[in-house]
């Protein structure tokens, strides 16, 4: 396993939002998280990140290792330029007020090798040709379909071995959200790996490996992503069948 996180419990305070749960994600997968508002999505995103929330104390119990690494180790900062880890975060969080390729400058903060920078650049413009197009434009008047593209571009320049997505699909229409997957499947195939938080349970199964349904910071059900959306639980819960 790439990521092996087993028996994690974290808490806001007093409050528990993950009850012990247990997953792993394989080098080369796509493994997707699926649940309802409130079923511990997030919360599991920000732990592996090392980002605590800060407006509550939080307390960890149990392993999450990367690559054989103990992630409780690393700060945020470190996780991203040292492991490689890189996160789009529920809401895009881009810098309106600057460009296109200044959002992906700043993204680029921690890499020293230009080559390594020109690289990068290249293959987003290729899988993003409309940001290249845009690259003098200020980001908050982009559409919101090009502003989730920058988000994810911008994840591309920070980390490379694996990418959390939290919620991508959410505000776009469906075409824009089948272009952005379509996307991610060619980033996946390139050789990032990708842990997928999305409440469209029906699209993050279609292109996802494996998934794992998590229900109040439990894990309800896992397997493969096909196998998960013919389950019944999982038809009549999150597909609307």
Known sequence: MLLCVEDLRVGYGPIEALHGITFGVREGEIVTLIGANGAGKSTTLMSIMRLPPPEAPVYHSG??????????????????????????????????????????KIAAY????????????????????????????????LSGGEQQMLSVARAMMTGGRMMLLDEPSMGLAPFLMYELFHVLKEINQQGTTILLVEQNARIALKYAHRGYVLETGNILLEGDARELAKDEKVKKAYLGE
């Open 110 to 141: 921690a890499h020293e090798d230009r080559q390594e920078i020109q690289k990068k650049t290249k293959r987003i413009f290729g899988l993003f040709p409309r940001l290249e197009e845009r690259r003098h434009q200020a980001a908050d008047t």
């Open 63 to 104: 392993k999450m290792i990367f690559e054989g690494r103990d992630l409780t180790q690393f700060s945020p900062h470190h996780v991203v330029s040292r492991l490689g880890i890189s996160l789009v975060p529920e809401g895009r969080r881009i810098f309106g007020n600057l460009t296109v390729w200044e959002n992906l």
